[in-house]
């Protein structure tokens, strides 16, 4: 095994938007060779889109960190990821041809450290439940599996269009965005989506659904519609934070994604639901969503998330 002395790795330098091109080819080489080593021959882990790329990297702000080898070429990544209190990496990744020479510790240590020294009190990461191989690697650095995440997808369908943050007046929308920050306070003090709410809209990626009861917020939804894959078509809308008052209301929710996912050009919404909240889960099996993928989530011991907000619904991805 080859040690970190004969490939010494120098960094963390911020990523900047012009690092994007070696990000890609980074990523899908070592994703593919992951998904290799688990058995799945011939599966090719493609490009991003690079404006999703951007996104990770402007919301991540100074959490988007990487390490160039004596060449000055990339040779890992971690983008480490805050909203408020809560604190997640993904994705990261080494370079195969550096891998076991204690690198990996290094990247993710890193962004541990990052997270730590902005208050964050809850610290994880999602991996393949499957890949027993990541999930030592990261049991060894202190990390605990939780839950598992389940990617479900609801069909699109025509419908009166529902109420969009960038549909309001300037006024409003600042309205808008302040009301969705205190109804995440309100059910998960210190939690705040606001930086990504509007990244998401400025970048053209999506927008923010609004589920009002009246003239109050009692939900909304953070979706991106953009292709994730470069080069690629628009194939479903993904939901990337979901924050409901009450359980009750969950089905209203899905209907009105049904109904986004169709106005986006799109063939299907899809939510990750951590396995915290089951009765979420079991309303989105009633009306009849489909599972599609699992991922695990781990925390870092002593920063573990708080669990489920009981009467109240707080999904948040760990993964761009």
């Not at 080489?29 to 404006?51: H, K, S, W």
């Not at 730590?116 to 990261?138: A, H, K, S, W």
Request: aromatic residues 6%; neutral net charge; glycine residues 12%.
């Amino acid at each position: 095994m080859r040690t970190a002395l004969g490939h010494p790795l120098q960094g963390p330098f911020p990523i900047g938007r012009g690092d994007i091109g070696a990000l890609n080819v980074l990523f899908s080489d070592a994703f593919t060779e992951r998904y290799r080593r688990d058995g799945l021959v011939g599966v090719r882990v493609p490009a991003l889109n690079p404006m999703i790329w951007r996104y990770a990297i402007d919301a991540a702000a100074d959490g988007a960190m990487c390490w160039r080898d004596a060449h000055g070429v990339l040779g890992a990544f971690n983008i480490a990821h805050r909203s408020g209190i809560e604190g997640w990496m993904g994705p990261l990744a080494v370079r195969d041809d550096l891998q076991g020479e204690g690198h990996g510790k290094t990247v993710v240590t890193a962004g541990i450290t990052h997270l730590q020294r902005l208050g964050c009190t809850v610290i994880g990461l999602e991996t393949m439940p499957r890949t027993m191989d990541n999930i030592g690697f990261y049991a060894g650095l202190g990390f605990v599996p939780g839950h598992l995440t389940t990617t479900l997808t609801v069909e699109a369908v025509e419908g009166p269009s529902p109420t969009l943050l960038s549909a309001l007046g300037a006024a409003a929308r600042d309205d808008a965005t302040r009301a969705c920050a205190a109804l995440v306070s309100q059910l998960c003090a210190g939690y705040d989506f606001s930086r990504e709410i509007l990244l998401t809209v400025a970048l053209g990626l999506g927008d923010t659904l609004l589920l009002h009861d009246g003239d109050e917020l009692v939900g909304f939804a953070l979706c991106h519609w953009a292709p994730l894959v470069e080069g690629r078509s628009r194939e479903e809308l993904r939901v990337l934070k979901m924050v409901l008052r009450d359980e009750s209301l969950v089905d209203r929710m899905l209907a009105s994604l049904s109904i986004l996912a169709r106005r986006a050009g799109t063939a299907r919404a899809a939510v990750r639901v951590q396995g915290a909240y089951g009765n979420v889960f079991r309303r989105f099996i009633a009306v009849g969503a489909r599972v599609r993928w699992t991922d695990l989530r781990m925390s870092l011991a002593g920063y573990a998330e708080p669990g489920a907000r009981a009467p109240g619904v707080v999904l948040s991805n760990w993964e761009i």
